[in-house]
């Protein structure tokens, strides 16, 4: 049986397709071809009114004469959260997003950044795409060896000064009041100031850009309030619209965790004009950054980056924990720990900046997202003991035979559903169509679910530890499935590696 999602499409996402004096964009217009033929395309009534206020009569028949090839959900019961006073846009936005809530779907594709803000306060945040997010994960899924890699380069910002004209920097000069952003770009090249940056191939175009500086004793907002010590800020911090959804965004905090350790910064800190970016607060707050007042009216978003692990605080589970404070975790008495077989395909796949990989080795379907701190295992294995907040370690099988990789684990769960599975791993699979079908059909006929794990990379050991010395550690037989360890095992394994 083939996948097949059900994606509910938002209004200012119908009307382009169906105004003709609109140029569709390229992204919609492959989230169209994609999903054409593959999966059900949904609009719900409150779409239907919205266009009915649409005062030119000849686009609105138009429109909704267009309407009738996709699906129509059914009106389903009221929106609870349409209370009186609301307007007709923020009920219409309510009704759908209620909708999703209420599972009419598996998600939602809308390029309204306020609905997305109210989808992650209603905890649905992973279920709605902006068109670029959806288009990346439909070509994951079924045009997989199409996909590229990012790579992230360390720049000076003199190496960019010259593409200061060109259309990217246009929003940044915008939001700091026109040519001042320019001034200010080539005052900071003149002091040697760094950017994380990303080109998107083949073209090689400038798509992404974070400008970081290591700060000390900086007074951060309009209160007056200082972090101590050494601190990173990430300056200014834009993914280009062309590269959304390639967990872009996430590269350039992973590469601020790695510079903060390395530089003794024990905070990282960045202004954002929430109203206009509600997917880069979304990304910061689940990443451990918290607000901490206004600066120039822009929110400040600081996050704890302690040289050492912190104690542990009262009622702080061990996910909470990690996610605060990554990349430390806790490995106490409270926290199961865990040894996961994987092939090495999918070792590459996901781990594709292993310092063991084979470079010669072609890149499997998906790699690009396995530079990425937020990934996706699944696995037929039994085992059912695994739960938020523990740790896994990654053992390489057939080549390396050792242990390679530390996680933490996000979240543990059990489904011979396709579509549910591929909507849990949507934004971080690097697993085609073909994979999770093959894998959910080979459950269902064993009468059990494909396991389903989501976890954050900690890190890759120092040094791999060999089956040998596994062995002497007391783990033993062929390991071919998950496979529980007690603390002690655990810290020997830790030891070895020189973690």
């Known amino acids: 049986m083939a996948l097949q999602l059900r994606i509910l499409l938002d209004t200012n996402v119908l009307i382009p397709l169906h105004d003709s004096q609109i140029a569709l964009r390229p992204s919609l217009a492959n989230v169209m071809r994609l ?15 919205d266009i009915q206020r649409d005062t030119n009569v ?16 059914t009106e389903g019961p009221a929106c ?20 999703l809530f209420r599972d009419a779907a598996h998600v939602l594709i809308t390029e309204d950044r306020k609905l997305h803000a109210k989808a992650a306060a209603h905890n649905l945040g992973d279920r ?34 010259g593409l200061l004209p060109r259309p990217f920097f246009n929003s940044l000069r915008a939001a700091y009041g026109g040519r001042a952003f320019d001034d200010w770009f080539r005052e900071k090249a003149r002091q040697g100031r760094q950017a994380w940056i990303y080109r998107n191939q ?5 798509a992404a850009l974070c400008v970081y500086d290591v700060q000390t004793n900086e007074i951060i907002n309009d209160a007056g309030f200082r972090l101590p010590g050494q601190a990173l800020k990430l300056c200014t911090f834009k993914v280009g619209e062309a590269v959304r959804g390639r967990k872009i965004g996430e590269l350039f905090l992973k590469a601020s965790f790695l510079y903060a350790t390395a530089n003794a910064c024990e905070h990282i800190f960045i202004d954002v004009q929430e109203a206009s970016h509600p997917e880069l607060v979304h990304l910061l707050v689940d990443f451990g950054f918290e607000a901490n007042g206004l600066h120039n009216r822009d ?42 077989p994987i092939r090495p395909n999918y070792h590459q796949t996901l781990f594709n900046d292993y310092p063991g990989n084979d470079r010669r080795a072609p890149i499997a379907h998906a790699a690009h997202v396995g530079n990425a701190i937020k990934l996706a295992y699944l696995s037929g294995s039994p085992s059912g003991q695994i739960a938020r907040g523990d740790l896994v370690l990654f053992y390489r099988t057939i080549d390396q035979k050792a242990i390679t990789t530390l996680a933490v684990v996000e979240r543990f769960d ?34 059990r679910g494909v396991r389903v794990m989501l976890f954050r990379t900690l890190g890759h050991l120092p040094t791999p530890v060999p089956r040998a010395a596994m062995l002497r550690m007391g783990i033993r037989g062929q390991l071919q499935s998950t496979r529980r360890i007690n603390n002690d095992t655990f810290s020997r394994i830790l030891h070895d590696a020189g973690w």
């Not at 999903?35 to 009114?49: E, K, T």
């Not at 936005?93 to 909708?99: F, V």
């Not at 083949?202 to 400038?206: G, T, V, Y």
């Not at 009262?314 to 409270?334: M, T």
């Open 128 to 161: 709605v795409y902006f068109i670029q997010t959806a288009e990346d994960w439909l070509r994951r899924l079924h045009e997989p060896h199409d996909i590229e890699i990012p790579n992230i380069v360390d720049v000076p910002l003199n190496e960019l000064t």
């Open 80 to 99: 609870p959260w349409n209370i009186p006073g609301l307007s007709d846009n923020d009920q219409c936005d309510n009704s759908i997003l209620y909708a």
């Open 35 to 49: 999903a054409q033929g593959r999966h059900q395309l949904l609009y719900h009534p409150a779409s239907v009114r």
């Open 299 to 340: 929110t400040v978003y600081v996050k704890k980056h302690p040289l050492r692990p912190p104690r542990v605080p009262q009622n702080v589970r061990p996910f909470d924990y990690a996610r605060s404070y990554y990349p430390h975790y806790r490995s106490d008495l409270e926290v199961s720990k865990f040894v996961i």
């Open 58 to 73: 000849g686009r609105r028949n138009e429109t909704l004469q267009r309407l009738r090839q996709f699906v129509s959900l």
């Open 202 to 206: 083949p073209a090689d175009e400038l």
């Open 414 to 447: 059990t489904s011979a559903d396709a579509e549910q599975i591929a909507q849990w791993v949507s934004r971080r699979t690097v697993y085609s169509e073909t994979d999770i079908e093959t894998m959910a059909a080979a459950a269902r006929a064993r009468n």
